[in-house]
């Protein structure tokens, strides 16, 4: 933000935040499951809650910027029909029930009996805005979430050690390509860099 009483008192962030889950830690690295997750996110009250109104839901880990704003339209038709923004909580419990996940005093366990957990971390410039509202989002349709702001979450976060994680990433801002290379397999755990897939998202197709 811009400091002062007048407009403009801030711009659109090249930073996107998300929720991130390690795939490597089950049953994250389902993608119905983290689909499930997703649909149980209701993102514009996340922003009027945690942000006051003062932040925006993308459909892409991009910032609007109008350089980028081609290839948002450029992707149109697919973001119609994978509806990554979409608040359904009925979709999200049809693919849990899919996978054989059922509720037990309105909480989710898993087909081993175990409780569908999702420990998220964050650290001090997001976490505390975002977290508690997330959380809250998510234990309201059965998902034993809560939230932490471990004093080593640098550490944590880059070595893996998380399940959940509220951050952002630096990236596109002319062109689309320097975010894709945060998703790719061959960009996980590149030691001591900032370019890295910290979701650790593994598609072998792709």
Known sequence: THAGQKAPWGYVDWWPLSLYVNNDVKPYGDKDVRWAMS????????????????STVSSLPMPPY???????????DLLAK???????????????EGKGFKKKANMWEGPDGKPLTLDIIGFGASGPAMGPVLSQMLKRHG???????????DSRFQKGQY?????????????????MRLYQSQSIAVPGAHAVNFARWKNPEY
């Open 66 to 76: 109008k350089p980028l704003l081609p290839y948002f339209d450029a992707v149109k």
């Open 143 to 153: 998902v034993a979430a809560t939230m932490n702001l471990p004093p080593d979450f």
């Open 39 to 54: 649909h149980y996110i209701d993102r514009q009250q996340l922003v009027e809650v945690a942000y006051l109104g003062a």
């Open 163 to 179: 399940t959940g994680s509220i951050y952002g990433h630096g990236g596109s801002i002319r062109e689309p390509y320097d975010t």
């Open 82 to 96: 994978y509806n990554n923004s979409e608040f359904n909580p009925k979709k999200g419990d049809a693919l849990l």
